[in-house]
């Protein structure tokens, strides 16, 4: 119930369309290796895929075709050997004259399949028939109509399907289609059929000898079962660029609504060169003017964007009888504005004025030339990433590369390895990549740290045994411990302070007084305090064994994001009097505030320290970020957000802390978003209130039980006395919310991209679900930090 909710604000940052094509690092790896028989069953060993030709030197030679093939397969992790057969080696791939007529494709030493030479014609043909064989699973081949529909029954409702038709295997077009579901293999369903006759029965007949078609089904939102799929026809040649640029408008939103000035907006379809058609609408009409746009929309998917333009939120110059603006994808052109009296008049409009016409040729372009086109602007902001950087040459010098044969003995050789898990073909690793080497960067000359990295589609089997299941992921082995998995976030400063606080001591032994107000002070380990703004000290009398343990081993289980100190020498005594706590005690020293907040450890196990240590360490009137959300989320209480175009002021936050306080919020997260630094937070407020709201503004949002959204109203002030009255109505069902949000739900793509489940690790707030809250901790006294340094 509660996942749709919060993908509103999570997923929405995070847009998992995974479509890189990068190229390998790896020296000399991506051309023809030639191997003997001993060396061959040597790397069969190391887990990789390759395609393997056998032949006797004095019999055949190595065909050209597969040697220029073998560049284009090392950049999917496929490496391309010929294994000279001596004659006094005997396989049973080297046995038989007819055995060195075929090639084979190994996983690891597990033969997936050998293809006969004839097939294996050109190397368009050779990249086919290897990525087909490798996406088995993932693309289904289909003679009839009838297992079409079965499929398309089967995936109504979870994901939309991609039906492609090529006039043979092993063509230009099937490459390109293998090329494209070797990325969006995981996103769709794809479909392959060589069938005329099911080609006819689908729809397209104008063409006889076309020699390929994509159709794309919108199944994902279809739920009853009979009801047929839309479908939207790529009308271009299948190309590996035409076919991801279709799938990325067929991503696209089918309708946006804005209230901008529609010269300023640009969105996907002007990005990829085509047309965007704005239908003005009002309020009043605003229902009817939706699903015409929508209509439309439907019409004209893949040709252009259609948005929704409220023209009662705007103040915009737009001429009085206007009911239709058409923007070209062109720079510098000025919009066109119409008054159109029906949706075949806007289809029109736009059909006449394509760039493209159907009958016309597209051009193609060599890679370097894509980079001019504005392609390259990509809708999701990792592959974007790494789209722009693909040609930047990363210091890799930094980071030693881990094989199957060094990794053992570079682990047990250095006292702290930091090790990255990666695959080279993946675009969330390829991102990461160049944070690691910034942090790497970073602490340079540092000693005892050794930065290295393996790349697992070169050494799958190291990764297998390291537990590695997904992609990109961060241990740090030391000496005479276990293994640490970083589990924050893919993000350069995030990675750093959890390496520097790793090197530490958790929790550190204090071994006087005078230590102990150097550390709650911030003097002790000052380097760090800037990586964490609260400092732990439990303080035990010298008995207190099993209280003492229990609090090293919570220090121990959040090492690398918040420093822990204990104290329990004999005059503990006399610390705890002077913050006016009883022993076993923690005292937490928030560097920012200037403060130190008491609190009782009576009765406490580890995992109640824990804990404890993670509501104490909250705010208690936060600033909402992409980082810090899952952590507030994760507390199950309505938000009660202030949203602000902008820093926030005195007023605001003397107001909002005294209703703190006082304990009014205590069933509330009382916090505030800045629109500047979180822009994400327009989509948020667009989505409760179908545009822009004027701020600041005060907003409930109860997102883990009745989905309800609630607005303070705009004619009052903020302040104590009138959010106060105002949530004593709602809570009396006195005031009306001005939405409620869908009881849907919408998880990530792949488990490797639950990015809300990273994030959930962050800080280091992982499964604090059911914590108390900071109200409910039994603070017994908090006390001003210069007060204590005066009277010390």
């Not at 492609?164 to 494209?180: D, F, N, S, W």
């Not at 898990?421 to 390829?430: G, H, M, P, Q």
């Amino acid at each position: 119930m509660m996942a749709f909710r919060l993908s509103i604000w999570i997923y929405s940052i995070f847009f998992m369309l995974i479509c890189v094509f990068s190229r390998s690092t790896a020296k000399n790896r991506n051309t023809l290796m030639e191997l003997s028989l001993q060396e061959h069953f040597s790397i069969l060993q190391t887990g990789k895929t390759s395609l393997v030709y056998f032949s006797q030197d004095d019999i055949m030679v190595f065909p050209e075709e597969l040697k220029k093939a073998a560049e284009p397969l090392h950049n999917y992790g496929i490496s391309v050997a010929k294994v000279n057969c001596a004659n006094e080696e005997t396989s049973r791939y080297c046995g038989k004259e007819n055995d060195l007529t075929k090639a084979y494709l190994f996983r690891g030493n597990i033969l997936l399949r050998e293809f006969p030479m004839d097939a294996l014609f050109d190397v368009n043909a050779i990249i086919a028939n290897v990525l087909f064989a490798l996406l088995f699973n993932e693309i289904k081949y289909i003679n009839s109509l009838e297992d079409f529909e079965n499929i398309e029954n089967a995936m109504k409702g979870k994901t939309n399907i991609a039906l492609i038709y090529v006039k043979a295997i092993g063509t230009p077009e099937h490459r390109a289609v293998m090329e494209t579901a070797f990325v969006y293999g995981t996103t769709y369903q794809f479909v392959l059929t060589t069938e005329t006759a099911l080609l006819e029965r689908i729809g397209r007949v104008e063409n006889s000898d076309i020699s390929g078609s994509l159709f794309f089904f919108h199944c994902k939102l279809v739920l009853d079962l009979t009801q047929k799929c839309q479908k939207t026809l790529l009308e271009q040649p299948l190309t590996v660029l035409n076919i991801h640029r279709f799938l990325k408008l067929m991503d696209a939103p089918l309708l946006t609504e804005i209230t901008e000035d529609p010269e300023k907006v640009s969105t996907i379809h002007l990005q990829l060169g085509l047309p965007l058609i704005f239908i003005l609408s009002q309020q009043n009409t605003y229902e009817a003017d939706k699903k015409t746009a929508e209509t439309v929309a439907w019409h004209l998917l893949g040709k252009a964007g259609v948005t929704l333009l409220l023209k009662d939120s705007t103040d915009l110059n737009i001429p009085t009888h206007t009911n239709v603006i058409f923007k070209r994808a062109k720079e510098g052109v000025p919009v066109d504005f119409f008054f159109l009296h029906d949706i075949d008049s806007i289809i029109s409009l736009v059909e006449n004025n394509a760039p493209i016409q159907n009958n016309e040729p597209v051009k193609e372009y060599e890679e370097d030339e894509i980079e001019a086109l504005n392609l390259d602007v990509q809708d999701d902001q990792v592959v974007e990433t790494v789209y722009r950087d693909r040609k930047r040459k990363l210091p890799l010098e930094l980071i030693i590369e881990l094989t199957e044969e060094t990794f053992n003995s570079t682990i047990k050789s250095t006292s702290s390895s930091i090790v990255l898990f990666y695959a080279n073909w993946e675009a969330v690793s390829l991102a990461f990549l160049q944070s690691y080497i910034d942090v790497a960067i970073k602490l340079k000359g540092t000693s005892n740290i050794l930065f290295t990295r393996v790349n697992c589609g070169d050494w799958s089997n190291v990764c297998t045994k390291q537990n590695i299941i997904e992609y990109p992921v961060i241990k740090i082995y030391k000496e005479g411990e276990k293994p640490v998995i970083y589990t924050g976030m893919l993000e350069t400063e995030y990675l750093l302070k959890f390496i520097r606080l790793n090197r530490i001591s958790c929790p550190l032994k204090i071994m006087s007084i005078k230590e102990a107000e150097e550390y709650l002070n911030g003097e002790l380990h000052k380097e760090l305090t800037s990586y964490s703004s609260v400092s732990i000290l439990g303080i035990f009398s010298s008995n207190m064994t099993k209280e003492k343990e229990n609090f090293i081993e919570a220090g121990n289980s959040l090492k690398g994001y918040v420093i822990t100190g204990f104290y329990s020498e004999e005059d503990a005594l006399r610390l705890s009097k002077k913050y006016a706590v009883t022993l076993p005690a923690l005292l937490l020293s928030r560097h920012k505030e200037g403060k130190i907040d008491s609190i009782l450890l009576s009765n406490s196990d580890a995992s109640d320290i824990v804990k404890i240590i993670k509501s104490a360490s909250l705010e208690i009137f936060p600033e909402i970020t992409v980082e810090n959300l899952p952590i507030y989320l994760s507390l199950q209480k309505p938000l009660l957000i202030l949203f602000r175009d902008g820093n926030l002021n005195h007023k605001d936050e003397k107001e909002m802390l005294s209703l703190v306080k006082q304990k009014h919020l205590e069933t509330f997260i009382p916090c505030w978003l800045n629109l500047k630094t979180t822009p994400v937070g327009r989509g948020i407020l667009k989505a409760y209130f179908k545009h822009l709201p004027p701020l600041p503004l005060l907003v409930l949002v109860d997102l883990h039980s009745r989905g309800q959204v609630s607005a303070f109203p705009l004619d009052q002030t903020i302040n104590e006395k009138n959010v106060l009255l105002w949530l004593q109505k709602l809570e009396s069902g006195l005031e009306n919310h001005i939405t409620t949000l869908p009881n849907e739900e919408w998880k990530p793509p792949l488990p490797a991209y639950n990015f809300l489940r990273r994030m959930d690790a962050t800080n280091p707030f992982k499964e604090i679900t059911g914590f108390p809250t900071q109200n409910s901790l039994r603070c017994a006294k908090t006390t001003d930090l210069q007060q204590h340094n005066k009277g010390h």
